[in-house]
């Protein structure tokens, strides 16, 4: 069977729907699906959705997306994983010759219709009615890259002793810009209350080079960079904790055993807050001197957030890929 994956990245998207993707795709191939990717997104992220064996079309738009779409052979599955998608795209697709349409992208659930939709949260935070036929939920279903899961320990990493390592990674591009008053809150806090503290912070794929020019230029002496990598795994592996906005690196501390600090930002809220209702993450304020300061806090005691970084560690284990591909092709030869 022929699988379509559509997707999209960069800007204020990241690169979240591309990993995603690029997790799954190994895991149709395995099944024996012939699968042919289109990704709207820029020559510079195509390290994030290139998979062996199967074919990438990178295009610079939805418009483009579309018209590459209605090349593809059909019958075929599509699965689509994308921001913005309508009820003309799903349309689009059945005319195109979909068999069937698989939705990854969650917060599309109200608007986009299609047979199946996997939602990879804890819970179902849309609250649009959902137009899927069908509705697979649960952070069981949360797919981590294999390069991620090759590094994968045999038990979760608990907080404790010093100094404490910790990874701020807000995603690929940041789009509050978090990142620069987050580390400086911290750095400034951590050096006022006497805790011992290593800071490592993430310049994303899709930050603006101005931007990352004047963090390179200011960031205080002692402060670690990683600027732009292909992969954050050995980052995270080699760090007690992670700040993210809720996004796939948490979910990759999670498979790492790594305790997790959240930023409930804008459309990232519920997701953050379903996180740390389900024990798995702790959410802390959007406002970076607030958030550095519970921080702080929790590694001065750490008993909570090591508790959620082991029932996470359960949870976000290395089948996700496997699970979410045999739904997809599900009653399929």
């Not at 300061?293 to 008993?303: E, K, N, T």
């Given at each position: 069977?022929?699988v379509?994956v559509?997707?999209?990245g960069g800007?204020?998207?990241?690169i979240?729907?591309?990993?995603?993707c690029?997790?799954l795709?190994?895991?149709?191939?395995k099944?024996?699906?012939?699968?042919?990717?289109?990704a709207?997104?820029?020559?510079?992220?195509?390290?994030?959705i290139?998979v062996?064996?199967?074919?990438?079309?990178?295009?610079p738009?939805?418009?483009a997306?579309?018209s590459?779409?209605?090349?593809?052979?059909p019958?075929?599955?599509?699965?689509?994983?994308?921001?913005?998608?309508?009820?003309?795209?799903s349309?689009?697709?059945y005319?195109a010759g979909?068999?069937r349409?698989?939705?990854?992208?969650s917060?599309?659930?109200?608007?986009?219709?299609?047979?199946?939709?996997?939602v990879?949260?804890?819970v179902l935070?849309?609250?649009?009615?959902?137009?899927a036929?069908?509705?697979?939920?649960?952070?069981h279903?949360?797919?981590?890259?294999?390069?991620?899961?090759?590094?994968?320990?045999p038990?979760?990493?608990?907080?404790?002793?010093?100094?404490?390592?910790?990874?701020?990674?807000?995603?690929?591009?940041?789009?509050?810009r978090?990142?620069e008053?987050?580390?400086?809150?911290?750095?400034?806090?951590?050096?006022?209350?006497?805790?011992?503290?290593?800071?490592?912070a993430?310049?994303?794929?899709?930050w603006e080079?101005?931007r990352?020019?004047?963090?390179?230029?200011?960031?205080?002496?002692?402060?670690?960079?990683?600027?732009?990598?292909k992969?954050?795994a050995?980052a995270?592996?080699?760090?007690?904790a992670v700040?993210?906005?809720?996004?796939r690196t948490?979910?990759?501390?999670?498979?790492?055993?790594?305790?997790?600090?959240?930023?409930?930002w804008d459309?990232t809220?519920?997701?953050?807050?379903?996180?740390?209702?389900?024990k798995?993450?702790?959410?802390?304020?959007?406002?970076?001197?607030?958030?550095a300061?519970?921080?702080?806090?929790?590694?001065?005691?750490?008993?909570?957030?090591?508790?959620?970084?082991?029932?996470?560690?359960?949870?976000?284990?290395a089948?996700a890929?496997?699970?979410?591909?045999?739904?997809?092709?599900?009653?399929?030869?």
């Open positions: 069977m022929r379509l559509w997707t999209a800007g204020d998207a990241g979240g729907h591309l990993t995603r690029q997790s795709i190994p895991a149709l191939r099944r024996g699906a012939d699968v042919q990717v289109i709207e997104a820029p020559v510079s992220l195509a390290p994030f290139e062996e064996g199967a074919h990438v079309q990178l295009v738009d939805r418009e997306a579309l590459a779409l209605k090349a593809v052979v019958p075929f599955i599509c699965v689509a994983d994308r921001p913005d998608l309508s009820l003309a795209d349309e689009a697709c005319a979909a068999a349409i698989v939705l990854l992208a917060s599309q659930i109200g608007r986009y219709s299609s047979d199946l939709a996997i990879d949260d804890p935070t849309e609250s649009a009615p959902p137009m036929r069908r509705i697979e939920v649960g952070a279903l949360h797919m981590v890259r294999p390069g991620v899961l090759a590094l994968r320990p038990a979760p990493h608990a907080l404790g002793g010093s100094p404490a390592k910790l990874l701020i990674a807000l995603s690929g591009s940041d789009p509050g978090l990142t008053p987050l580390v400086e809150a911290l750095y400034r806090l951590s050096s006022h209350s006497g805790l011992s503290l290593h800071l490592t993430l310049i994303g794929a899709g080079a101005q990352r020019l004047n963090l390179l230029e200011s960031i205080a002496e002692g402060i670690e960079i990683i600027d732009q990598p992969s954050l050995g995270i592996a080699s760090a007690d700040v993210t906005l809720g996004g948490t979910y990759e501390a999670f498979a790492l055993g790594r305790p997790a600090f959240c930023l409930p459309t809220a519920d997701y953050v807050f379903a996180l740390d209702a389900q798995l993450a702790l959410a802390v304020d959007p406002e970076p001197e607030t958030a300061r519970a921080i702080l806090a929790a590694l001065d005691s750490p008993a909570d957030i090591n508790a959620r970084a082991a029932r996470a560690f359960n949870i976000v284990d089948g890929a496997e699970r979410v591909a045999a739904l997809c092709l599900e009653g399929l030869s």
